[in-house]
Nanobody, 118 residues
Framework: QVQLVESGGGLVQAGGSLRLSCAAT????????MAWYRQPPGKQRDLVATITGGGSVNYADSVKGRFTISRDNAKNTVYLQMDGLKPEDTAVYYC????????????WGQGTQVTVSS
């Protein structure tokens, strides 16, 4: 079983930065693929960034060059550094985990609100 707790959301002006953190429980963290998703108001949840257990990363086109996903396996934590924030980045951001041998992200955090003012 994996539990995920996000933190670091808040209100920021356009052009500003925030760093989200996701603390995970469970012994398989270092082997889990981890991801950040976001859900803007009234819209579907979309993938933002992923990182494998080996550290390979991928980003949605909308955040490439502005967001950076990273992980600290010693702390069982994954991060999302968000720079150059835009009002369209406003959303609830969710952390998700995909355990080894799983094809889907089975575990989700409760979400953290990010609001970017213009």
């Amino acid at each position: 079983q994996v539990q995920l707790v996000e933190s670091g959301g808040g209100l920021v002006q356009a052009g500003g930065s925030l760093r989200l953190s996701c603390a995970a429980t469970g012994s398989t963290f270092s082997r889990n693929a981890m991801a950040w998703y976001r859900q803007p108001p009234g819209k579907q949840r979309d993938l933002v960034a992923t990182i494998t257990g080996g550290g390979s990363v991928n980003y949605a086109d909308s955040v490439k060059g502005r967001f950076t996903i990273s992980r600290d396996n010693a702390k069982n934590t994954v991060y999302l550094q968000m720079d150059g924030l835009k009002p369209e980045d406003t959303a609830v951001y969710y952390c998700a985990a995909k355990p080894p041998f799983s094809s889907t992200y089975n575990y989700w955090g409760q979400g953290t609100q990010v609001t970017v003012s213009s």
